[in-house]
């Protein structure tokens, strides 16, 4: 899966949004539930945490991903978070502060669905949201400047390593999508009645922004892939290829850690498994 790690400096323009693998939806089926199997063991290990954060345009099919990918997972052992337009609460800490009150326990999966790179994504395109944040050193637009972003992206970056040393496994994901596909599926929603609901006439007005969008994925991919924080680009023109590739992703990469296994049981316990069977059958 290394061809879709960000190791170098990407252009996304030139970064491939078509990609389609004969049957995704089968071989998709089998890896969840080896991830299913692999995330009880996790469970059972209780020293690694793992984030997966799935970032995308609007209709990148964030929402149905982690549905079908997770589908096998243990209820008790993974937890999805949408980070939507900040709370009142929300807005009187700091930035990062409602995603690490959510990050996973060790042994659990947490699902970021949209992520704390909304903050350096929408508002960099909406530098007036910043205003809201109330921060000391931001009384206007004009202190929004570079180095403003230098800032926030240097505290990204520490915040990733930082959980990264203490035991979590990052994965982020950008489910990349083209604009003409993005327009498909936008009409898609209009056009069935079960699906309209989804649709803002804001879609429409973020939309007119794609380029915007893409040059703040760029520039904050290009910053924040690292070693332990790494970037993916996940071509998602077709969903189920896309479901399919960060399965592939998250299953290669967790096999890797050989220290991930079940507990053993105690000897004296081991000594003793007839002797239980026997209690047991008895009663």
């Known amino acids: 899966m290394d061809e879709f790690r960000v190791t170098k400096a990407i252009t996304i323009k030139d970064t491939n949004t078509k990609l389609v693998i004969d049957d995704a939806k089968k071989h998709l089926k089998t890896l969840r539930k080896q991830l299913g199997d692999l995330q009880n063991t996790m469970y059972a290990h209780d020293k690694y945490a793992v984030l997966v954060c799935i ?7 964030k929402d149905s991903l982690i ?3 997770f589908k096998d997972f243990n209820v008790r052992g993974v937890s999805v978070h949408s980070f939507k337009v900040p709370t009142e ?3 009187g800490h700091d930035y990062l502060w409602r995603h690490y009150l959510v990050l996973p326990e060790r042994g659990k999966f947490g699902i970021f669905n949209r992520t704390h790179y ?3 994504l929408v508002t ?4 007036e949201y910043i205003l809201g944040e109330k921060i000391p050193s931001v009384n206007r637009l004009e202190d929004i400047n570079d180095g403003f972003w230098d800032k926030r992206f240097e505290q990204i970056n520490n915040f990733e390593k930082h959980i990264a040393e203490n035991g979590t496994i990052i994965f982020k994901f950008f489910l990349h999508l083209s604009e003409e596909e993005q327009k498909n599926r936008l009409l898609r929603r209009l056009n069935k009645p079960n699906k309209n609901w989804k649709f803002s006439p804001g879609d429409l007005k973020e939309r007119k922004l794609w380029d915007d969008y893409q040059a703040c ?3 904050a991919i290009n910053r924040t892939s690292k070693p332990h924080a790494p970037w993916f680009i996940i071509p998602a023109d077709d969903k189920s290829t896309a479901r399919y590739l960060v399965a592939k992703v998250l299953y290669e990469t967790l096999i890797g850690y050989t220290d991930i296994k079940e507990p053993e049981l105690d000897q004296d316990i081991k000594e003793n498994l007839a002797l239980y069977k026997k209690q047991l059958e008895q009663n």
């Open 118 to 120: 909304e903050n350096v």
């Open 55 to 61: 970032q995308g345009m609007d209709t990148a099919g």
């Open 217 to 219: 994925y760029q520039d």
């Open 124 to 127: 960099r395109v909406h530098p």
């Open 89 to 91: 609460l929300e807005l």
């Open 67 to 69: 549905r079908e990918v």
